[in-house]
């Protein structure tokens, strides 16, 4: 059979179990029996099998159910629900530690208290009460907007209606983890592909009646917006939760010290496989509630929490083939096309290499049996090779030297802090002149993190592209929606879910404008810097060649690497011209500007070390004041505070130009 034939067998399968997810999930009308589902969902797993180019967004290997994308009013989170960074060793928890340490300037001799609970592999949710009556509740969604499933959540019995206990505040949101226990799943694992998928399909389903036959478990762990806050530990509020008529975790424990988190980690892990629910790790959080106060969140996720990852899962392989992918900044990242194996209860099948000097110094070759690592979220890659299985005509890798989608002299660059060349070789290419750069580019602006356009997944943005559909980002606000409708695997229905994702991705923000452009080296807390900066989309957009970039070093936190960056992107013909079409078709919201504080449209720079406090913390308190925080004297500089042994050469220039120097005791005057 040819590959076009194969494929055409492919997507009708495809669009048959989507017609009967449809019937099944959200209608309730099933048209088929249960047999005859099986038969066509294996058949379509067989077919991906003998077949692994296949593979659809839509292929129950990848999917549960039907899921309508209107089916619920969404909402936002009065606070957002941010996810966790994750440590996977002592390692990361010693960094994890040291960074708090450094932010709230502690000394190195304190022993930090941790409220350490399991982390629940499940689906989380945000449940609102006042005046102690359940109104509202929320799915985690993008972490700042959530559907609306209050009426699925109250099918669960281990969720409060009424929340009885004098102790309850009036206003509160209260979060935790939806998952369904082993076996139970097992009664249902026919119709979802595994626990967690049983749970988010359950909570998504249009009937609450449907959502009822499903036995739903939840476990609160936390608060989200709460009104007058009178809690001082984690470990505490954990208490309240039982007293308010919550299930919490009966292992939760309050640790102190980075080698007794190892400990009972390695402790819990052993036994986690005796649990009757999935659980991937251990979440640490600082008890105290004024330290996590003090430490606040980076871009999308807290400082005070970390997810400490269970022991990753190993296999052998062998490499088939090594296929160079080309990254949205020109890296050259080598992934190895291995047999098929099952790591840790998923099939892998792509394992990245890196780098060419990881190729060099493991020496990897094509037809090598090879041991693949998968550990949590991390993408799968090769540890080591098996050389006893070496065959005698094996020959060395050669990395490519020319770019392999635009043919482009690949170049390695020089690391101006390390002064050594990047291990990482690039295609040079700027802006969209590289066709894989391109794809990357629209991918990145499509993304979570950006526009957020649901339905418009990796693989839809290469099938687009290579129908000519998308070219480039303003593209997707001029599609041809009549011929996407008559492309395999689309309807009415899809197509319409298509066109309203992309009408509610046109509001955005000033900072997710910048960052969805996908500039080198301007992520998510630069591209916070730059619309605090700039303020407006049309002061950013209206960067030209006069503009003098020099000016952006004062921000604190942008330096050389990114203004650099910037200036390259920015130099580029094609780059304004696909700013200037997006902010044609999008509703850019400009930066909020903080109309309450102390410090409103003030400025402030320090110099030297202060007592007891450390500068990250100063500005960050600086800001939550409506201030502001640069990097160098100038005159737009108010107040310069002088700790122990500041720069005379800055000291001097503040001098001149008559600014403000205070001393920390006058800063913290003006604060309190």
């Not at 119709?191 to 359950?202: D, H, T």
């Not at 954990?238 to 309050?254: A, D, H, I, M, R």
Request: hydrophobic share 35%; aromatic share 10%.
């Amino acid at each position: 059979m040819s590959s076009s034939n194969i494929k055409k067998k492919y997507s009708l399968k495809i669009s048959e179990i989507k017609k009967h997810n449809q019937f099944y999930f959200e209608k309730n009308t099933p048209k088929i029996s249960d047999k005859e589902y099986d038969d066509l969902k294996k058949e379509i797993l067989d077919l991906e099998k003998e077949y692994p180019f296949l593979i659809s967004k839509d292929s129950p290997s990848n999917s549960v159910g039907f899921r309508p994308s209107k089916n619920f009013l969404k909402s936002r989170h009065r606070v957002p629900m941010l996810s966790l960074a994750n440590a996977f060793d002592k390692e990361g928890l010693v960094n994890f530690e040291k960074k708090i340490f450094n932010f709230l300037n502690l000394d190195k001799n304190i022993n930090l208290e941790y409220s350490v609970e399991p982390k629940i592999d499940g689906i989380s949710a945000s449940l609102t009460y006042k005046s102690g009556k359940l109104v509202k509740g929320l799915s985690r969604g993008n972490g700042f907007e959530g559907e609306l499933i209050t009426e699925n959540l109250k099918t669960i019995s281990d969720i409060p209606k009424i929340l009885r206990s004098k102790s309850c505040p009036d206003d509160i949101d209260i979060r935790g983890e939806v998952f369904i226990e082993n076996k139970d799943f097992k009664i249902i694992k026919e119709k979802f592909a595994n626990p967690r998928n049983a749970a988010s399909g359950s909570l998504r389903q249009k009937d609450p009646q449907q959502t009822k036959k499903i036995p739903l478990k939840f476990i609160a762990y936390t608060f989200g917006f709460i009104k007058n806050f009178k809690f001082s530990k984690q470990s505490d509020f954990l208490e309240f939760l039982k007293q308010w008529g919550f299930k919490t975790s009966q292992f939760n424990k309050v640790i102190s010290g980075i080698d007794n988190l190892q400990k009972n980690h390695s402790e819990f892990e052993k036994k986690r496989h005796d649990l009757d629910y999935d659980v991937d790790g251990l979440v640490y959080k600082i008890n105290n509630f004024k330290l996590q106060e003090r430490l606040g969140f980076v871009a999308n996720a807290p400082r005070w929490a970390i997810a400490h990852k269970f022991s990753s899962d190993s296999s052998f392989s062998e490499i088939m083939d090594i296929d160079v992918q080309v990254g949205r900044t020109g890296a050259l990242t080598p992934v190895a096309k291995i047999k098929p194996v099952n790591i840790g209860g998923v099939v892998v099948s792509n394992a990245t290499l890196h780098n060419e000097d990881e190729i060099i110094r493991k020496d990897i070759r094509i037809g090598d049996t090879v041991k693949v690592e998968r550990a949590g979220d991390v993408i799968p890659h090769v540890l080591s090779v098996d050389l006893t299985k070496r065959s005698d005509n094996s020959k060395k890798y050669s990395f490519p030297e020319k770019c392999p989608s635009c043919g482009s002299k690949v170049v390695k660059e020089f690391n101006l802090t390390t002064k050594k060349y990047d291990a990482v070789k690039r295609c040079p290419s700027e802006g969209f002149k590289c066709e894989k750069i391109a794809i990357e580019k629209i991918k990145h602006f499509v993304s979570k993190e950006a526009l957020n356009i649901e339905g418009l997944g990796k693989k839809v943005v290469e099938n687009f592209w290579e129908i000519k559909l998308i070219k480039l980002p303003q593209d997707i606000f001029n599609l041809d929606y009549k011929k996407i409708e008559s492309l395999d695997g689309w309807g009415k229905l899809s197509v319409s879910n298509l066109k309203y994702a992309i009408e509610e991705s046109k509001k955005i923000t000033l900072e997710k404008f910048i960052f969805s452009l996908g500039i080198r080296h301007i992520g998510q807390e630069n591209a916070k810097l730059l619309s605090k900066h700039f303020k407006t989309v049309k002061k950013f957009i209206d960067i030209d060649t006069k503009f003098n970039f020099n000016t952006l070093l004062n921000i604190d936190g942008m330096g050389e690497t990114q203004v650099n960056s910037l200036k390259r992107f920015f130099s580029d013909k094609k780059n304004i011209l696909v700013v200037n079409k997006l902010y044609q078709n999008l509703n850019v919201s400009n930066q909020e500007i903080l109309q309450t504080g102390k410090f409103q449209n003030k400025t402030f720079m320090i110099t030297g070390k202060l007592d007891g406090i450390s500068r990250a913390e100063a500005k960050s308190l600086i800001e939550k004041n409506a201030g502001r925080f640069v990097s160098n004297v100038s005159k737009k500089l108010n107040y310069l505070i002088v700790g122990e042994n500041p720069t005379s050469k800055k000291v001097n220039r503040a001098k001149e130009l008559n600014i403000n120097i205070i001393d920390q005791k006058k800063w913290q005057e003006l604060l309190n």
